[in-house]
């Protein structure tokens, strides 16, 4: 078989490339490790940037983001029982809109079949070769018999524990972490949300996050140490805990009930330099992870498949090599901005295991600071509702 682009990879970041590229007359095939509906029952982040939305709407599946998901003008930040909501309208003219990223998936899914796309599932032992060559190929197990795909790139879009970035020479790559000392314990429940607008609490017992799918799906989690496992939080448990970390008054009408999955995830940064090696690119997560906090994750992939969009239409289209050579620095700078937010949302928000009470009255104090300064908030605003691509 041979096609122009093959992905490795189909969750956000391979299904929207290729869905942008073949709707630009560029061929591709996803290679994807797991069946379609392993792909689709990941619960993932909620919170779409507005260029997410525009590049969804742009790759011609953003109706039912917009017939469903909620557009946010603000979120609520709590320190000590008491809220303040940065007003992202007031602030940067500019809004997020809350809709699953599973939801975004299947409506990727169901574009990539109206359109023929070519996605091979339970693809094993995806190997790239040649990469730095001028005709890579990917070979892969399907049902047990070896097939190869000739293509002029691959794009790594396999995600943090895929095979791409493992195919990058040590001698060249370079990666940053972070690892964070404790993990989130999320909740779903079919529950109406605490509020119409999210709400991050710092708090001296660790912090809490208030969102939600829809006005009866809520989405909860609270900072748990990196010990704890599901089964020691009862349901009645983790509600009498996001109680204890969230404004009172919002903890007095909260609605609770059974949870209909529950998950403990860790929380790191990641970074892998460069994303470009050959006529290989890095895309999404198999480049970098962000904690939760700032909600980038699928924010950070579609920047990425933004830029390598755009450098791959003008090559094929143009004969352009610019936007393909610079596309590894051109998204790390974007990377890094967004890597850096969700560090300082994550600091400033969790309670760190040796935390002195000045350390916590730092944290208070850089929230008061938030609450008084219309240009921190600013600042946070521009970041939460995504920087320019
Ligand atoms: N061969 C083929 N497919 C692979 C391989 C492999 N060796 N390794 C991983 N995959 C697949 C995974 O099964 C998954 O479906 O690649 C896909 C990677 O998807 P994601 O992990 O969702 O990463 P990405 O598309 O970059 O989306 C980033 O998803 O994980 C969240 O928090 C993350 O919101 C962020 C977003
Ligand atoms: C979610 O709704 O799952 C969510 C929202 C905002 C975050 C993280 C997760 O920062």
Known sequence: MRTQVCIIGGGPAGLLLSQLLHRAGIDTVILERRARDYVLSRIRAGVLEWGTVEMLRKAGVGARMDAEGYVHGGVYLSAQNRGFRIDFDALVNKRVMVYGQ????????????????????????????????????????????????????????????GVSRQTIPDSVLRTYERVYPFGWLGVLSETRPADDELIYANHERGFALCSMRNMNLSRYYIQVPLDHEVAQWSDDAFWDELRRR??????ETLDTGPSVEKSIAPLRSFVAEPMKWGRLFLVGDAAHIVPPTGAKGLNLAVSDVHYLYEGLKAHYADGESEGVERYSERALARVWKSTRFSWWMTTMLHRFPDQSAFDQRIQESELAYLESSEAARRALAENYVGLPY
């Open 102 to 161: 599973t939801e975004v998936t299947h409506d990727l899914y169901d574009a990539r079949d109206a359109m023929g796309g070519v996605i091979i599932d339970e693809a094993e032992g995806v190997t790239p070769h040649d990469l730095d060559a001028d005709a890579p190929y990917v070979t892969y197990l399907k049902d047990g018999t070896e097939h190869r795909i000739d293509c002029d790139f691959v794009a790594g879009c396999d995600g943090f524990h």
């Open 246 to 251: 969230i404004p009172q008054d919002v903890a």
